[in-house]
């Protein structure tokens, strides 16, 4: 199965309680279209519309998929340099446009803003009953284990009668294999002269050869 090229409205606006930024348009070069093998847990094969439908122009719920009533927390670590939080902002419009999801929120765990309470807070008021608590960490640690799990539960104090679940960080999985390779691709091209500074790396002048 193959899913299209990504692609990042040029402005997306993300309010919070506590925060109002505007994600502007990545740099990076569309990732190309990327085929989707069977997941290394066994589990069975990824199907990128597995919880998601459009029918009549409006949102379907399936069975054990994100619905219409879910919020969508994307957690970072959070960082004291702006231009990597706003990236965070970027990374979830992107999610929310490629997805369908409704409710999808940024959080940063610590050092920035909007945090987890923030976040959680938000999705209620958007109309959540359940939000899902997706990190954006590469393998599981200390945060996985308890910090978000900690500032979780401190988030839903305020709101009873709403669930959340924190889903497994990302893992060993196949397609993060084409990510690196991308990275790597792209960095060797910037450092040749074929192509510009990553998002990553923009104004950094970091990506060369010492």
């Known amino acids: 199965m193959l899913i299209e090229s990504l692609s990042v409205p040029h402005t997306t606006t993300l309010k919070s309680s506590s925060v109002i930024e505007t994600a502007k348009k990545s740099t990076w070069a569309p990732i190309k279209s990327l085929n989707f093998r069977r997941d290394p847990s066994g589990i069975g094969n990824f199907s990128a519309r597995s919880s998601l439908s459009i029918e009549n122009g409006g949102f379907k719920q399936f069975p054990n998929g994100v619905g219409e009533k879910d919020g969508v927390i994307i957690v970072d670590h959070g960082s004291r340099r702006r231009e990597s939080n706003l990236m965070l902002n970027e990374f979830v419009a992107m999610f929310r446009e490629k997805t369908g999801y409704p409710i999808v929120e940024p959080?940063?765990?610590?050092?920035?803003?909007?945090?987890?309470?923030?976040a959680f807070g938000l999705c209620v008021h958007r109309g959540a009953d359940r939000v899902i608590v997706s990190p954006f960490f590469l393998f599981p640690g200390r945060h996985w284990y308890q910090d978000i799990p900690l500032l979780t539960a401190d988030a839903a104090k305020d709101h009873p009668g709403v669930s959340y679940i924190i889903t497994a960080p990302l893992g060993l999985h196949e397609l993060l294999v084409d990510v690196v390779n991308d990275r790597i691709k792209h960095c060797l091209s910037h450092v040749a002269g074929d192509a510009d500074e990553c998002a990553a790396c923009a104004g950094t002048s970091k990506c060369k050869l010492y």
């Open 107 to 118: 959080a940063h765990m610590e050092l920035a803003e909007p945090s987890i309470r923030d």
